[in-house]
């Protein structure tokens, strides 16, 4: 056992070492990341990939994933269909160059270009007295071949800068060393969108502050430089292999080998209007990369359609989901919601579809992938929730899990990475990381991708992930109607019966659901409710259904209260408690999380009193209620011998935890434990391990939160002196 901790702390500490070191690699370009390095570290932990495997990054963007595989040791591929990410790419698992040789050959490069800018009357310092006794006029100022200048983004470059950069391309053209030219390149590709060009990153790539004129040389330098510097470090792991292709990743099975994958770890692009060929576009054009409007045509039909800008009249990815009832429902939420809105530009008209060629264009490349993943592979998808069509709810993650199933994937989890706020609904978006299992070869399941199509139309509606889509559709028509005939305007409150959902069915002629009940569950804990439901609630509000006796219920406007873990927050080290067993077998849900909490004692942590887990999964009724159910639930004993009651709500996979549950748990504490103390927690996985507890509660203005605090299980040697400081300094007086 002993030598085991050794191990695992040796391994934590190597990790933190990594991830003290993030940058190394990654900044040798400028490129928005979709996932920070360590969460690629902790799947690649996570599926046991070691030196013999091979990991796929069929996005690989610029590399985040090959880069991390290298690092420890572990064979990789990539797949980038954006001609300047995959050079980027391949440069920066390329360790071999000589970082002395690199830089004297780029000191020679600035001379000579240094040199010809002289002899112009230019000097590199921007405003300095030379600058300002320029004879040259702009019309002798070098410039881009007309074709490639118009598709820059406008003043996305000034003339000045612009001419020092082919000044310098031309130097290196002409002086060419092979063993360095790529890196070269690659410094010059992040000099011109972070220093040298006027380029703004936000949500979408815009045009910041013009500067007409800028350093090109010197910041060129320092890039190189830099980039040298992290080789020094890279080079022990140079003859690890990491390819890339630039290829197309819905294509797979015409570039890779049958059976040679044993793990997927990426970041596909997310359905919106972020144009990634946009992000890239001035690199791309001065460096050669894309010089004419059919480069960029080209380049846009090799991608998974994301945003409107690639939509083209010849594609057909949507014919994959045709039949997909909760991808159609979406795309038509989306159409009615412009049309209500009276919105009628070209782009616009297009949201509904780019919806549906999106998920067709990720099925299609769920197909292709299978025939070159080994049996047993594990894969791991990076998503996130989008709103950015009219803001109508895409929940991505759930879609893709649920299409994955269809074909023959293995849905192992849905993992929450981390939520943001939507900038125009405020609403809480979640980022997740799909994980699947490929079981088995095509070959070995004798499907033909005709079958394989047929029987995706056939499942889609049993996926467990995917919340049932052809019922959620019923039930999104039954709650609807039974709402809105019964709403009136400005009303706070709907009541409804359960009762009601067979005649509602048969004024609609659908198919009544058998579950009655998990309809109305469905909307409470899994899904948004309907789109027209959603827009009555103005303000900082939200419409929630409550239980209001056997089988009743109501749609009530309460505060909107998003039970969100607040990343300010410190986080306190506990000595990880967990029998080894349960770790490794555990998945990463809500039962995976009430084990450890009760492992861990943390729920004794938190709240300062001993506690004891009386019963699991507690489901009972009440007067007021009706049905209701808590996860698990603790008493326990403080030392003046109060006795207390813990309903713990504990939140995994796609579920999601609200203030209604809490309102029932304190109803069925008043009930059942009416002598105790009632303190309900709420529990949640927050990113790299960390875990999040909530203490409720309820006042004259409702429930509320009353504590939080975040902590993380580490092995006993990973709580330091400095850390048991820290936490001394909490209980002592100042």
């Known amino acids: 056992m002993q030598l085991i901790a050794e191990q695992v702390g040796a391994r934590l500490r190597e990790d933190n070492k990594l991830r003290a070191e993030d940058h190394v690699a990654h900044d040798w370009y400028r490129f928005v990341l979709s996932f920070p390095a360590h969460l690629v570290r902790s799947y690649l932990h996570r599926f046991r990939i070691g030196p013999s495997h091979t990991v796929l990054d069929p996005f690989c963007g610029t590399g985040t994933t090959l880069v991390e595989c290298k690092r420890l040791g572990v064979g990789s591929i990539g797949i980038e269909p954006n001609p300047v990410a995959a050079f980027a790419s391949n440069i920066k698992v390329n360790w071999s160059a000589d970082p002395d040789g690199l830089i004297n050959h780029a000191k020679g490069i600035c001379k000579l270009a240094l040199a010809k800018l002289a002899e112009q009357g230019i000097s590199d310092i921007p405003a300095s007295p030379l600058f300002q006794s320029l004879e040259m006029s702009r019309a002798e100022l070098k410039t881009l071949p007309a074709d490639s200048f118009k598709l820059l983004l406008t003043d996305s470059i000034s003339p000045l800068p612009l001419h020092k950069t082919l000044v310098l391309l031309e130097t290196l053209a002409e002086n060419t060393d092979e063993r360095f030219i790529g890196h070269e390149r690659l410094a010059l590709a992040n000099a011109l969108v972070t220093k040298i060009g006027n380029l703004h990153f936000g949500p979408e790539v815009g045009v910041g502050v013009i500067k007409p004129d800028a350093c090109v040389v010197s910041v060129w330098l320092a890039a190189v430089k830099n980039i040298a510097n992290d080789l020094q470090t890279l080079r022990t792991n140079a003859e690890i292999p990491s390819q890339v292709y630039r290829a197309d990743a819905r294509e797979l099975a015409s570039i890779l080998q049958p059976n040679s994958i044993d793990a997927v770890i990426t970041s596909p692009p997310y359905p919106n209007e972020k144009d990634y060929t946009r992000t890239t576009r001035l690199e791309s054009v001065v460096l050669g990369f894309i010089q004419t409007n059919g480069d960029l045509r080209s380049l846009k039909q090799t991608l998974v359609r994301s945003n409107t800008r690639s939509v083209y009249k010849s594609d057909t990815d949507d014919r994959l989901v045709q039949?997909?009832?909760?991808?159609?429902?979406?795309?038509?939420?989306?159409?009615?919601?412009?049309?209500?809105?009276?919105?009628?530009?070209?782009?616009?008209?297009?949201?509904?579809?780019?919806?549906?060629?999106?998920?067709?264009?990720?099925?299609?490349?769920?197909?292709?992938?299978?025939?070159?993943?080994?049996?047993?592979?594990?894969?791991?998808?990076?998503?996130?929730?989008?709103?950015?069509?009219?803001?109508?709810?895409?929940?991505?993650?759930?879609?893709?899990?649920?299409?994955?199933?269809?074909?023959?994937?293995?849905?192992?989890?849905?993992?929450?990475?981390?939520?943001?706020?939507?900038?125009?609904?405020?609403?809480?978006?979640?980022?997740?990381?799909?994980?699947?299992?490929?079981?088995?070869?095509?070959?070995?399941?004798?499907?033909?991708?005709?079958?394989?199509?047929?029987?995706?139309?056939?499942?889609?509606?049993?996926?467990?992930?995917?919340?049932?889509?052809?019922?959620?559709?019923?039930?999104?028509?039954?709650?609807?109607?039974?709402?809105?005939?019964?709403?009136?305007?400005?009303?706070?409150?709907?009541?409804?019966?359960?009762?009601?959902?067979?005649?509602?069915?048969?004024?609609?002629?659908?198919?009544?659901?058998?579950?009655?009940?998990?309809?109305?569950?469905?909307?409470?804990?899994?899904?948004?409710?309907?789109?027209?439901?959603?827009?009555?609630?103005?303000?900082?509000?939200?419409?929630?259904?409550?239980?209001?006796?056997?089988?009743?219920?109501?749609?009530?406007?309460?505060?909107?209260?998003?039970?969100?873990?607040?990343?300010?927050?410190?986080?306190?080290?506990?000595?990880?408690?967990?029998?080894?067993?349960?770790?490794?077998?555990?998945?990463?849900?809500?039962?995976?999380?009430?084990?450890?909490?009760?492992?861990?004692?943390?729920?004794?942590?938190?709240?300062?009193?001993?506690?004891?887990?009386?019963?699991?999964?507690?489901?009972?009724?009440?007067?007021?209620?009706?049905?209701?159910?808590?996860?698990?639930?603790?008493?326990?004993?403080?030392?003046?011998?109060?006795?207390?009651?813990?309903?713990?709500?504990?939140?995994?996979?796609?579920?999601?935890?609200?203030?209604?549950?809490?309102?029932?748990?304190?109803?069925?504490?008043?009930?059942?434990?009416?002598?105790?103390?009632?303190?309900?927690?709420?529990?949640?996985?927050?990113?790299?391990?960390?875990?999040?507890?909530?203490?409720?509660?309820?006042?004259?203005?409702?429930?509320?939160?009353?504590?939080?605090?975040?902590?993380?299980?580490?092995?006993?040697?990973?709580?330091?002196?400095?850390?048991?400081?820290?936490?001394?300094?909490?209980?002592?007086?100042?």
């Not at 592979?377 to 299409?403: E, F, H, K, P």
């Not at 004798?446 to 049932?468: D, F, H």
């Not at 309820?698 to 902590?711: D, F, L, R, T």
């Open 323 to 734: 039949d997909h009832e909760e991808i159609q429902r979406i795309a038509q939420a989306i159409e009615a919601r412009r049309i209500e809105l009276g919105k009628t530009s070209g782009f616009e008209r297009l949201y509904a579809r780019v919806t549906k060629l999106y998920f067709g264009g990720m099925t299609r490349h769920l197909l292709d992938l299978r025939s070159v993943l080994r049996p047993g592979a594990q894969l791991a998808y990076v998503v996130g929730d989008q709103a950015s069509y009219l803001r109508v709810m895409v929940r991505t993650g759930q879609l893709l899990a649920g299409i994955a199933k269809s074909i023959g994937y293995e849905v192992v989890g849905i993992d929450l990475y981390r939520t943001r706020l939507a900038t125009a609904t405020k609403a809480q978006l979640r980022e997740e990381v799909v994980v699947l299992r490929w079981p088995g070869s095509v070959s070995a399941t004798g499907w033909s991708q005709k079958q394989t199509e047929e029987l995706m139309v056939k499942e889609n509606a049993q996926s467990s992930y995917q919340a049932k889509p052809k019922q959620r559709n019923r039930y999104a028509a039954i709650i609807e109607d039974i709402f809105f005939s019964k709403y009136k305007p400005g009303a706070r409150e709907v009541a409804f019966a359960r009762a009601e959902f067979e005649a509602c069915a048969k004024k609609l002629k659908i198919a009544l659901p058998k579950n009655l009940g998990d309809l109305v569950y469905s909307f409470r804990y899994r899904a948004n409710l309907p789109e027209k439901i959603v827009a009555l609630a103005k303000g900082k509000k939200v419409w929630v259904i409550r239980p209001v006796g056997k089988g009743k219920y109501k749609f009530a406007l309460i505060p909107d209260i998003p039970i969100i873990p607040n990343e300010a927050m410190t986080i306190t080290k506990v000595p990880d408690s967990t029998p080894g067993v349960v770790t490794k077998y555990a998945f990463g849900d809500e039962q995976a999380l009430l084990a450890k909490l009760r492992y861990n004692r943390l729920v004794d942590i938190f709240t300062g009193v001993t506690c004891y887990s009386l019963q699991n999964h507690l489901r009972t009724t009440t007067q007021e209620m009706g049905q209701v159910e808590t996860d698990e639930l603790y008493v326990g004993v403080d030392k003046k011998g109060a006795h207390y009651v813990f309903p713990i709500q504990a939140k995994g996979g796609t579920d999601r935890l609200n203030i209604v549950q809490i309102e029932q748990d304190f109803a069925v504490c008043a009930a059942k434990f009416p002598l105790l103390v009632c303190r309900p927690i709420a529990a949640q996985f927050i990113e790299d391990g960390v875990i999040a507890l909530f203490e409720f509660e309820q006042s004259e203005k409702g429930v509320g939160i009353s504590s939080e605090k975040h902590y993380k299980l580490v092995p006993p040697k990973d709580v330091t002196d400095e850390d048991l400081a820290t936490y001394r300094a909490r209980i002592e007086p100042a």
